[in-house]
């Protein structure tokens, strides 16, 4: 299955992905809190990293959504393996830095770490929001092509911080739809499995869309699907999605993330990347080769 060439083309996508999520974090980020309304009688249509918003960021910085992932990506890179304690460390370290943006529900359960060791969150109806899905690209990319790795990296770092079984839901998906799009489905497979989603969970439906782009994680999810399967290039994919408002830099993450994965890196806008922090790509990019590298598909070549 991974041959020479397959592998260059999962680390193109996967690449992809993870630039695509720092691209949307950063984009999404100036849109924050805004309503559809307001964006279009401000801007038309927002198709340019700026910065501003109200964390009022430098052009190109990302935010939490990037921060946190890059956390994940740091513990596996640095132990050369899954520690969900490494990555609760990275989580608190990151949080005593003073981070630009941190959402409560993160707050709250990356503290009971620091205080009481807590690894897992007790569960809890009201912690279905979208924290836990937004950083989970480094736990796909380390289980690429395995299923049961998925699963298991990718609950227990939700757990950390979000024990609900929506989120849950929404986390495994979006990780399952990442290794299927990272080796090369096609949109009629992505959709299927989505279909899948709905019909365990209806709440997830997106079909007729209702708009809302919140941090409630089924806003979220209705949001990046209804603008993944309506666009046709990864640019519209991502504008579409962040013009929505309201939680715009989770959304435009977790859809750049699949857009990414799915359209590969030729297809991300060069002015996109060349206006982010390049720190953050540089770091990306190192990353990237090494969670490729050291995942299951990395060891069949």
């Given at each position: ?229 309506l666009g046709n290039s990864f640019e519209e994919c991502l504008v579409g999605t962040v013009n929505q408002g309201g939680d715009a830099d989770t959304t435009g993450a977790i859809c750049g993330m699949l857009a990414g994965a799915y359209y590969g890196m030729e297809a991300i806008p ?32």
């Amino acid at each position: 299955m991974f041959n020479q060439y397959n592998l260059d083309e999962i680390r193109n996508r996967a690449r992809a992905a993870f630039i695509g999520m720092a691209i949307g974090d950063a984009l999404g980020a100036t849109l924050e809190f805004m309503t559809a309304t307001e964006i279009a009688a401000k801007y038309g249509t927002f198709r340019d990293i700026t910065g501003g918003g109200w964390l009022r960021l430098k052009s190109g910085q990302v935010t939490d959504d990037t921060e946190m992932a890059l956390c994940i990506a740091r513990a596996i890179v640095k132990n050369q393996a899954w520690s969900t304690e490494a990555v609760a460390d990275n989580f608190a370290t990151w949080l005593k830095s003073r981070p630009v943006d941190c959402g409560d529900t993160c707050r709250k359960g990356i503290r009971a770490y620091m205080l009481k060791g807590q690894l897992e969150s007790p569960p809890n109806e009201w912690d279905a929001g979208n924290g836990a899905a937004m950083r989970i690209l480094p736990a796909a990319l380390f289980s690429l092509p395995d299923e049961e790795l998925l699963k298991k990296y990718v609950i227990e770092q939700a757990h950390i911080t979000h024990n609900n079984p929506v989120s849950d839901a929404a986390c495994l998906c979006l990780g399952q739809l990442l290794h299927m799009t990272i080796c090369g489905a096609g949109k009629n497979r992505v959709r299927r499995h989505v279909d899948g989603l709905v019909t365990r969970f209806p709440t997830f439906n997106f079909e007729p869309y209702r708009g809302l782009a919140t941090g409630y994680i089924v806003d979220t999810m209705q949001t990046v699907f209804h603008w993944f399967f309506l666009g046709n290039s990864f640019e519209e994919c991502l504008v579409g999605t962040v013009n929505q408002g309201g939680d715009a830099d989770t959304t435009g993450a977790i859809c750049g993330m699949l857009a990414g994965a799915y359209y590969g890196m030729e297809a991300i806008p060069r002015r996109w990347i060349k206006k982010m922090d390049s720190t953050v790509i540089a770091e990306i990019e190192i990353m990237v080769e090494r969670l490729v590298a050291a995942s299951p598909a990395g060891s069949m070549i």
